[in-house]
């Protein structure tokens, strides 16, 4: 079963002004973190923002923030004010801790353009 | 600079014919992971480790071995490669804590595989 679900293949959003990406996640665990990555083309993964499960406020990083809405299993990333250098593929992740051992599982992401 | 090196960046080969990548990070991190990225699927794990001499299974770990015998590398080893392994792969690494935590995987700028 897939556990993180990013149900945007590709987005599209005028430059300066706000957009969302979804993210989804299936876990049993009360102890886990999700996180946000964006790949330009250019092929490198940069983090962009952190939400652990115990957090009761959303992240926020610059102009990235994290809608986190634990009972409905969703960690939305938002993005205000995009600009050009924001198209990019973003990746929805979730680190589990098991068993002590810990895994990071990635949506296929969503592919993010930016239209002057 | 605190960074995860990986070697080669490109590499074109043939069936069959072992290879090595290696990742090297100077970060003292305890954390470090192989994923392949493939057009549609994201990121997948293959290998990850949790310390010197610990290693275990991710999601895809199937034609692949790894090694730990120092904390700041982690090459990965294709004995036989095929051409289902082209791919792109990175490396990752992190500050490890089982549980509640926050620390993001630092990547490698990839490794671009075609075996032929």
């Known amino acids: 079963a897939q556990k993180i679900t990013q149900t945007q293949p590709g987005m599209f959003v005028q430059e300066k002004e706000a957009v969302t990406l979804d993210c989804t996640y299936d876990?049993?665990?009360?102890?886990?973190?999700l996180f946000w990555y964006k790949q330009p083309s250019s092929g490198e993964m940069i983090f962009l923002i952190y939400?652990?499960?115990?957090?009761?406020q959303n992240a926020t990083e610059g102009r990235y923030s994290l809608n986190f809405q634990k009972a409905r299993k969703s960690a939305n990333l938002v993005i205000s004010a995009s600009q050009l250098g924001d198209s990019a593929m973003y990746f929805c992740?979730?680190?589990?801790?098991?068993?002590?051992?810990?895994?990071?599982?990635f949506g296929k992401g969503t592919k993010l353009t930016v239209n002057p | 600079e605190a960074q995860v090196t990986q070697n080669p960046r490109y590499l074109i080969t043939v069936t069959g014919k072992k290879l090595t990548v290696t990742c090297s990070q100077n970060?003292?991190?305890?954390?470090m992971s192989w994923y392949r990225q493939d057009p549609g699927l994201g990121l997948r794990q293959i290998y990850y480790?949790?310390?010197?001499?610990?290693?275990d299974k991710g999601d895809v770990p199937e034609g692949y071995k790894v090694s730990r015998k120092e904390k700041r590398n982690f090459p990965l080893i294709l004995e036989s490669p095929s051409p289902n392994q082209t791919s792109l792969y990175f490396c990752?690494?992190?500050?490890?804590?089982?549980?509640?935590?926050?620390?993001?995987?630092?990547f490698g700028p990839g490794t671009r595989l075609t075996v032929t």
């Open positions: 990752a690494s992190s500050l490890s804590q089982t549980g509640v935590g926050g620390y993001e995987q630092y």
């Open positions: 876990t049993s665990d009360q102890s886990y973190g």
């Open positions: 939400q652990g499960s115990y957090d009761e």
């Open positions: 992740a979730m680190r589990e801790a098991q068993g002590g051992s810990e895994k990071l599982v």
């Open positions: 970060m003292n991190h305890e954390y």
């Open positions: 480790s949790m310390n010197v001499e610990v290693t």
